[in-house]
């Protein structure tokens, strides 16, 4: 079940995965933005800079074990829980206005990104449990209706998460809309692990368009105080200051109000020097203590 504070953790930008996908990978294409940038300022993806300019990382969020703390980390904010692999079958309505939301990442029937998540696995295993409410799941695209969805909906849900393909084929939603553009980003930027992870949780809560709120917004807030590591800055002050815009990003809507996935998590470690999110790592989400060790 989710903690009573999860509508706080669902990204207030959603867009369809392949919208989202095709905005971050336009962002990783193209030249950096200058850092005279306007605080708080959105900027089209087409202008950041490539990830293929900079070598990447000998270790970074992509490495099998850092991975799997990624996922803890965020699975403690979405989930109340290190459990990450156990919420494959986790669907329920949390009232945000989008439907039902499911899955390891929060896939929502009002965004599109639970829609090509179902095609995904339809393309791949014909007449699986949710292919009968593709239809439905088009129709309700956009808005937070249950037409046609209920109520067998969840349940054929449930019965999919034990199915080993939709497994993977979440993991793969996860990793090319959210995931691999976030790590390729921050290597792009010159920050190790923790800061990778720290623009995948971005990602995750605030969507990868050109929203005012979004990440690349937030990533512009944050360069317009302190050059990326890229540039010549500072690695800790520029997560400091990226970490400061995500916070100011948060607060900007009521829902997302509690900033403890920053404030007592990320920005710990950054505290604590550990750059390179090393266990033993002990942080708090939403007053909750979590351990790994």
Known sequence: MHHPHASTSRRTTRL?????????ALGLAFTAIPASAQAGAPTPA?????????????????????????????????????????????????DDGRGYTAGIIGFCSGTGDMLDLVELYTARVPGNALARYLPALREVDGTDSHDGLDPGFTGAWARAASDPAFQKAQNDERDRVYFNPAV???????????????????????????????????RDRAR???????????????????????????????EHEDTSRVDTAQRVFLRAGNLNLDPPLNWHVYGDAFHIG
């Open 16 to 24: 369809t995965r392949s919208a989202a996908f095709a905005a971050l």
């Open 224 to 254: 317009a105080t302190a050059k990326p590591p890229s540039q010549g800055g500072d690695e800790v002050a520029y997560l400091d200051a990226f970490l400061d815009a995500r916070v100011w990003a948060m607060r900007q809507e009521e």
């Open 184 to 218: 390729q980003q921050g290597k792009a930027d010159g920050i190790g692990t923790l800061g990778q992870f720290a623009y995948y949780d971005a990602i995750v809560m605030h969507g990868g368009g050109g929203d005012r709120l979004g990440f690349w917004a937030i």
């Open 46 to 94: 087409a202008s950041h800079p490539a990830a293929s300019h900079l070598e990447a990382a000998a270790t970074g969020l992509d490495d099998p074990t850092k991975k799997d703390i990624a996922m803890q980390l965020v699975s403690s904010a979405e989930n109340s829980s290190l459990d990450w692999k156990g919420q494959y079958g986790y669907i329920e309505d949390i």
